[in-house]
């Protein structure tokens, strides 16, 4: 069964550091996805990371990927307030149907 | 850009209630899936459905039910409410993982279920 951790699963921080967070998977997988979401609402696509090694940044968020580890990281260069939010990294289960096996999520919290 | 639509956005419920959940995909997606997310917590993953069919199902109680219509849209069909059914909804849709190997599950805004 595909489980998905992330550590840290709460963030506070201030406006203007770096932080690196982490996504570790049980089970072999081909696709590895962040999402972000804010209170209440819907879940927002961050990144996609299809293979070993790949390497997508978006702004102040660079996610890389390496799947021998099973491991992703997700870095947050000079965090903004706007940040603010809760991150999931989420796996497609190797079972067939492209369903997604979420981590706990990581609630970020940034500090002016 | 189109996006995955769900209706209704809200919805508050009694115990023993009926409720029915819709989620009309982005067009062209041929595959649906349903998440429960409860306060605090990660999405699990419910049910999925292939071209009108069943594809794979995950934690959904047997008082729940979902099906996959003619014109991609699907319904999630939930009976005999319990209080622990309060959660949100969320509908994701996708194509096929052949076709679509670069592209994420697109989530609805998802509808928030309180049962009293």
């Known amino acids: 069964e595909l489980k998905v951790e992330q550590n840290p699963l709460f963030l506070s921080m201030q406006e203007g550091k770096n932080y690196t967070i982490y996504c570790n998977y049980s089970t072999t997988s081909d696709r590895l996805y962040w999402y972000r979401q804010d209170p209440g609402k819907s879940l927002e696509s961050l990144f996609v990371l299809l293979s070993n090694g790949a390497v997508k940044q978006e702004g102040r968020l660079m996610a890389s990927l390496d799947t021998k580890a099973r491991l992703s990281t997700l870095h947050i260069t000079a965090a903004v307030h706007d940040l603010s939010a809760t991150y999931f990294c989420a796996v497609a289960d190797w079972g067939g149907s492209e369903k997604l096996v979420f981590g706990k999520g990581m609630k970020l919290t940034v500090n002016p | 850009a189109a996006g995955v639509i769900q209706s209704p956005r809200h919805l508050i419920k009694e115990k023993r209630e009926t409720a029915t959940l819709k989620c009309y995909p982005i067009?062209?997606?041929?595959?649906v899936y349903w998440y429960q997310q409860g306060p605090g917590q990660d999405p699990q993953f419910l049910i999925s459905?292939?071209?009108?069919?069943?594809?794979d199902k995950g934690s959904i109680p047997d008082r729940f039910s979902a099906q996959q219509f003619s014109d991609y849209h699907s319904e999630l069909n939930m009976s005999s409410l319990e209080l622990g059914d309060s959660a949100l909804y969320f509908c994701?849709?996708?194509?096929?993982?052949?076709?679509?190997?670069?592209?994420?599950?697109?989530f609805g805004n998802g509808t928030r279920l309180t049962v009293t």
């Open positions: 459905f292939y071209e009108k069919m069943q594809s």
């Open positions: 994701a849709s996708s194509l096929d993982r052949g076709s679509s190997y670069n592209s994420p599950l697109h």
């Open positions: 067009p062209r997606h041929d595959t």
